[in-house]
Each structure stands twice: as structure tokens, then as C-alpha cells.
């Protein structure tokens, strides 16, 4: 039970992402959002108390899995074959998942009206510079 609740968020904010990169913040709505996850629109409240909720949600789920592509780039035997493998998955992430790139953009916009979203960007922020230093 417990996973098929986790796999229903992972769709719903996967599906949140896809639309707000396509649609951005302003346009897109939680209807937007459930239809292309494929949920009521209910399961939406229930899992978030409201789109800001949701964005913030997707934010740093999207950030953690872009994060974690990104590490597996750092791999290496030398400092050419790092810098190689890491301009590969810079190149891969943007192919394979260019919503992201669009909903980082829509994120930051909406960080300049949501004090919330503004957070949630920052940490988010902080999190790659650190995933990075390490």
C-alpha cells in the first residue's frame, strides 16, 4: 500500500513537472496536472494542500534526481575522462529531460512571486553547489 502511494506521488509530480515546463506556472492548473497523471483531482489536495505546495514538492524531487545523474558523471580515471564523462550526462539530462531545464526556468520566475517557492529554489540551489563540493 505504502508503495503504490509512493509511485502515485512520483507520477503526480513527474506529471507536474512535464506541465509546468510546458504550460509554466501561472498557466498551468492542478486540473492540468492530475489529467496528465492520470489521478483525480482530489488525490492532488490530498497529497498537497495546494499548487504551491505541489511545485515545491516537484522542485525538489525533480533537483534530487538531476543531482544524482549529475554525480554519476563525476566518475573517472583522470581529469579528461571526468570532465568528458560529466559534459556526457550534461548532454544526456538535457535530451532525455528537457521539461526539467523549462520547470527550473518556470521555478525561478515564480521564486521572484512565491516566498515559499523562492525557498524551496534556494535550497534546491544550495543542495547542487554542495553535491558538487563534495
Known sequence: MA????????????????????????????ADISQAA???RGALHYYFGSKEDLVT??????????????????KGESAEEIVDNVINVHKNNISENSDFYSFLYEMWCASRRSKKIKKEFM?????VITAIKQ
Open 3 to 30: 508503495r503504490d502511494r509512493e509511485e502515485k506521488i512520483n507520477g503526480i509530480l513527474k506529471a507536474a513537472v512535464k506541465v509546468l515546463a510546458q504550460k509554466g506556472y501561472e498557466q498551468a492548473t492542478i
Open 38 to 40: 492520470n489521478v483525480a
Open 57 to 74: 514538492k516537484a522542485l525538489t524531487n525533480s533537483t534530487s534526481n538531476m543531482i544524482q545523474s549529475s554525480l554519476e558523471g563525476l
Open 123 to 127: 535550497s534546491c540551489q544550495d543542495k
